[in-house]
C-alpha cells in the first residue's frame, strides 16, 4: 500500500488569504482556544482606526450577535407576513372556487375569472382563450373557436404550456401580447399565461389559455416561484368550463 506524503507548509511562507483561512478554521475547530490560551489576546492587535482605542472582543462579538438578531427578526418578520398572505389568499381562491361552482353557463366563468382575478393578484388585465366548444357560443366567439388552434401567437404560446406548468415572463413577442390583449398590448410589462387542462390531464389536449397582464415588469418575471395558485384557478376554470360544454351536448 503506497502511503501518501504530506507536505509540510509553514505559516510564515503562507500568502495572507491562506493564514487567514488558517485561521478561521482553527477557531472553528476550537472555539474556546482563546479562554484556554488567554496569552494569545496579548498579540492581538485591536486597536481601532476610527475610534482610536482598543475594542474588546466580547464587545465585538456582542456588536455582531445583535447585527445576527436584527437579521433573524426581520426574516422572522418576513416570514410572518409572507404567510398572512398566502393565507389571505387562499381564501381568496377559495372564494373565486364557489363562484365557479355555481356558475352554469360559459360566460358567467368568464365574468367570474375577470372581476375576481384582478383583485386576486393586483394585475389589470385578464384575457381567455380556447378552442372548447361551448354552449353560448355566438356571445363567446372572441374567446372559444376552433380557429383559434390556427393562429400562430396562440400556438406559439400553447406549444410553450405543453408541461402543464404556468409561464410567466416580462420578454414576449409583441405580436402575441396584440393577441392576447388588442389595444392594451403596449402597457403590458409582465404576462403569466396559464394552460386550460380538462379532466384527462394531460397538458398536451390544453384546450385553452388564461391570460393575466400586468403593468408592473417584476409581477411576473422569468423564473417566477409560488406559481401553485395560477395553475389551480386555471385548473378549476378549466374543468367548470368543461362541465358546462359537456352537460349543454
Known sequence: MTKTKTTKV??????????????????????????????????LDLDDPQEGNVTSLASRQSE???????????????????????DQLTNKIYDLIYDLMACSKSEEVIDVIAARSPHLFNIEFVEIRGTLGLDDTDNLSDFFNNDIAKDNAYKHVIERLAQGKCLCSDRFPDSVLKYFFTDHST??????????????????????????????????????RGTVHLERIGKITALTLERISKQAQ
Open 64 to 86: 455582531r450577535l445583535k447585527d445576527e438578531l436584527t437579521k433573524n427578526k426581520r426574516r422572522t418578520q418576513d416570514l410572518l407576513d409572507n404567510a398572512k398572505h398566502y
Open 187 to 224: 402597457e403590458i410589462k409582465s404576462v403569466a399565461f396559464i394552460p386550460l387542462i380538462g379532466r384527462d390531464n394531460n397538458p398536451k389536449n390544453a384546450f385553452g389559455i388564461l391570460t393575466y397582464g400586468s403593468k408592473e415588469k417584476s409581477k411576473f418575471s422569468s423564473g417566477l
Open 10 to 43: 509553514k505559516i510564515s511562507e503562507m500568502s495572507q488569504s491562506d493564514q487567514t483561512r488558517a485561521l478561521a478554521a482553527l477557531l472553528k475547530a476550537q472555539p474556546d482556544i482563546l479562554q484556554r490560551e488567554p496569552k494569545l489576546l496579548e498579540i
